[in-house]
């Protein structure tokens, strides 16, 4: 008898066919353009990108998952459009090693950029599969590649303290990951974000650029402007729900349950705060963001905490 068989698990409402991303080949991935020379790989739960230029291949991002397959689609479309697969170039978004854990499969050669803050991520975490970038930059920084042009800006801590905006202007592209993932909830405690004041300011940052095409870094397909707008409605209910969730809920009967087990009753609080938040958000979203009603608890949790010791609301002083 197998371990599923076993285990009974939980069912989850139907992906809408909005979130879908496009079927994967043999090898499990798939490659499509962006814009002209600019293109996007996913194996349906992570992404990169790539420009192919008179310089050499700029990749952005090498996501573990997705691997070896990385080469395989710069080489499928250098070989349909006759121009070098040698990857030259490679943009970290951010230090996380399942967004930078495939680095190491590209040689020495390659120049490696990105924020100077992922630098230090990468020299302290010192992993192999993660050289640390040599070339960095602090606030902006505009780069021309093989008549390419890429904008990179650092706008403070969102996700991680180093994600990085990556505009390409003349691809109308903006690469902005593990912020928003078109189609989806995000993943456990907003994507498992670090700052949630910035998380929350990212999106809007995003819409102050000149885009038509979003690379979010994750599930099977691209993003739109629309995409984003929804993903600020989804958190903004979220943001409404908790505050009023932080005030409405009692207490009480939580540590007059457990006494002296003063953990106890903070996290039977906080976890009926988090789902009584939660339960509008999941019934409104349902069926318009993939896995609402699988992660919204968790990410309500996030910004709940966010709510009460960042912005200070619900705070009691004793008298």
Same mark, same amino acid.
């Given at each position: 008898?197998?371990?599923?068989?076993?285990?009974?698990?939980?069912?989850?409402?139907p992906i809408?066919?909005?979130?879908?991303?496009p079927?994967?080949?043999k090898?499990?991935?798939y490659?499509?353009?962006?814009?002209? =020379?600019?293109?996007?790989?996913?194996?349906?739960v992570y992404?990169?990108?790539?420009? !192919?230029?008179?310089?050499?291949v700029?990749?952005?991002?090498?996501?573990?998952?997705?691997?070896?397959?990385?080469?395989?689609?710069?080489? &499928?479309i250098?070989?349909?459009n006759?121009?070098?697969?040698? %990857?030259?170039? *490679?943009?970290y978004?951010?230090?996380?090693?399942?967004?930078a854990?495939a680095?190491?499969?590209?040689d020495?050669?390659?120049?490696?950029?990105?924020?100077e /803050?992922?630098?230090r991520? *990468? %020299?302290?975490?010192?992993?192999?599969?993660?050289?640390?970038? &040599? #070339?960095?930059?602090q606030?902006?920084?505009t *780069?021309?590649?093989?008549? &390419?042009?890429?904008?990179?800006?650092?706008?403070?801590a969102?996700?991680?303290?180093?994600?990085t905006?990556?505009?390409?202007?003349?691809? =109308?592209?903006?690469?902005?990951?593990?912020i %928003?993932?078109?189609g989806?909830?995000?993943?456990?405690l907003?994507?498992?974000? &670090?700052?949630?004041?910035?998380?929350? /300011?990212?999106?809007a940052?995003?819409?102050?650029?000149?885009?038509?095409?979003?690379?979010?870094?994750?599930?099977?397909?691209?993003?739109?402007?629309d995409?984003? !707008?929804?993903h600020?409605?989804?958190?903004?209910d979220?943001?409404?729900?908790?505050r009023?969730?932080?005030?409405?809920?009692?207490?009480?009967?939580y540590?007059?349950?457990?006494?002296? =087990?003063?953990?106890?009753?903070?996290?039977?609080?906080?976890?009926?705060?988090?789902? !009584?938040a939660?339960?509008?958000v999941?019934?409104?979203?349902?069926?318009?963001?993939?896995?609402?009603?699988v992660?919204? #608890?968790?990410? !309500?949790?996030?910004?709940?905490?966010s709510?009460?010791?960042? *912005?200070g609301?619900?705070?009691?002083?004793?008298?």
């Amino acid at each position: 008898m197998s371990t599923t068989e076993t285990i009974r698990l939980p069912d989850y409402a139907p992906i809408p066919q909005s979130a879908m991303g496009p079927p994967l080949n043999k090898y499990g991935y798939y490659v499509g353009r962006v814009e002209r =020379n600019l293109y996007y790989i996913t194996d349906g739960v992570y992404q990169s990108a790539f420009l !192919t230029t008179s310089d050499g291949v700029v990749l952005f991002d090498a996501p573990p998952t997705i691997g070896h397959n990385i080469q395989r689609a710069v080489d &499928e479309i250098a070989a349909a459009n006759h121009v070098s697969n040698k %990857v030259s170039y *490679l943009i970290y978004s951010h230090h996380h090693a399942d967004h930078a854990g495939a680095s190491s499969l590209f040689d020495k050669s390659v120049t490696r950029i990105g924020n100077e /803050e992922t630098r230090r991520l *990468l %020299v302290r975490d010192n992993d192999p599969a993660r050289p640390p970038n &040599e #070339e960095t930059f602090q606030d902006k920084r505009t *780069l021309k590649i093989g008549g &390419e042009r890429i904008d990179l800006a650092w706008d403070g801590a969102n996700h991680t303290p180093d994600n990085t905006f990556i505009h390409l202007p003349d691809h =109308n592209t903006l690469m902005l990951i593990d912020i %928003v993932n078109p189609g989806w909830a995000p993943i456990y405690l907003s994507n498992l974000t &670090e700052d949630i004041p910035g998380y929350l /300011e990212a999106p809007a940052k995003a819409l102050t650029y000149s885009w038509k095409h979003y690379i979010g870094g994750h599930n099977g397909r691209i993003g739109t402007r629309d995409d984003i !707008t929804l993903h600020q409605q989804y958190m903004a209910d979220i943001v409404e729900s908790s505050r009023k969730a932080i005030l409405s809920v009692d207490a009480t009967p939580y540590f007059v349950k457990y006494v002296q =087990n003063s953990w106890a009753g903070l996290k039977g609080l906080l976890d009926e705060i988090a789902r !009584t938040a939660a339960k509008p958000v999941i019934e409104k979203y349902t069926g318009k963001l993939a896995a609402a009603d699988v992660f919204t #608890e968790s990410t !309500t949790f996030q910004v709940m905490q966010s709510i009460r010791l960042d *912005l200070g609301h619900g705070s009691y002083v004793h008298p």
